[in-house]
């Protein structure tokens, strides 16, 4: 009944783009911030990317400020993020979340609400 899916992972090259895609289901996503996390086997969660559903007002993890961008469209209930400049190191599993929040760090950790989906590979490689 309430759920996020994640689209849009793939295999690409080096410098390649990707979109990923975060459709809620159940419920109205522009009433959440929505942030994007990656986790590969072995290390810790990384925050990606945070979006506020007030004012829209968007946050990234250092290691992707200047290549990634999030984005929503409320009419469709979706929120994007769009990779470029993508580096074998983004290789991961990608996971959009129903909250986020930016701690004075301008690290991104997930939120109360706290509900996922079930993620979508990315795999950067030559």
């Known amino acids: 009944q309430v759920q996020l899916v994640e689209s849009g992972g793939g295999l690409v090259q080096p410098g390649d783009s990707l979109r990923l895609s975060c459709a809620a289901f159940g419920f109205p996503l522009d009433e959440y911030d929505v942030g994007w996390f990656r986790q590969v086997p072995g290390k810790e969660r990384e925050g990606v990317s945070c979006i506020r559903s007030t004012d829209g007002s968007t946050f990234y993890g250092d290691s992707v400020k200047g290549r990634f961008a999030i984005s929503r469209d409320i009419a469709k209930n979706t929120v994007y993020l769009q990779m470029n400049s993508l580096k074998p190191e983004d290789t991961a599993i990608y996971y959009c979340?129903?909250?986020?929040?930016?701690?004075?760090?301008?690290?991104?950790?997930?939120?109360?609400?706290?509900?996922w989906g079930q993620g979508t590979q990315v795999t950067v490689s030559s």
């Open positions: 979340s129903a909250d986020c929040v930016v701690n004075s760090d301008d690290d991104i950790m997930p939120g109360a609400f706290d509900t």
